[in-house]
């Protein structure tokens, strides 16, 4: 009579979890000699980009493409969260302390006469932030513009904050100042409710 059908060996259990299947996979790989695992290598690369890819994707887009392929959704945070806004900090000019302003710049014809090697004698702009209220922020969104600093004290233009009288802790820009040194006065434009009022230099 003919021969039975042959016994099938033992059967292999599937892998408990992906971890288990991550070993298994490395096990059997071990196994290949190096033909066979080039071979495997091979047949598991993704087939070459053509040149139509490369046309519908462009190179600015290539960041956002592999985000979305990690699960990410314009106009949402991570795991679906809101959106957080990214925020910088606003540099300050070098050892320049908390709520100083630069020093003055040298009079004419009082400059180094010699610079160091990077240095140049053009004047570098001195950039803050601003807020809605005109307020000097250190840190700012992302696409918020900084703005040249305006002047300080009681000069005309200069942000001020008013610390008594019926308008205190109102800020305000300076438009003009008179009176004699014993009752010098500034005229002053409030930030918000644009209502210009004339206050003792002192408050």
Known sequence: ???????????????????AAAALALLE????????????????RAEPASEEAYETMPIEEFGR??????????????????????IEYVPRPQL???AATP????APGRERKYIKPGESRDKKKDLVYMDEQGRQRHVKKVGDRLVERG??????GALVAIVSGPHSDLYARVVSTGGVSSDLRAVVRLT???EVVSLPAGH
């Open 151 to 156: 002047p300080t004290g009681l000069q005309a």
């Open 192 to 194: 918000g409710s644009q």
């Open 29 to 44: 790989e071990a196994r290949m000699d190096d033909e066979a695992r080039y071979r495997h290598d091979v047949a598991r």
């Open 1 to 19: 009579s003919a021969p039975g059908p042959a016994a099938a060996g033992p059967a292999q259990a599937a892998p408990a979890d992906e971890d």
């Open 65 to 86: 493409a592999m985000l979305r392929g990690m699960g990410w959704k314009e106009g949402e945070g991570y795991n679906g969260k809101a959106a957080v806004e990214p």
């Open 103 to 106: 020093a003055p710049e040298a």
């Open 96 to 98: 320049l302390g908390l």
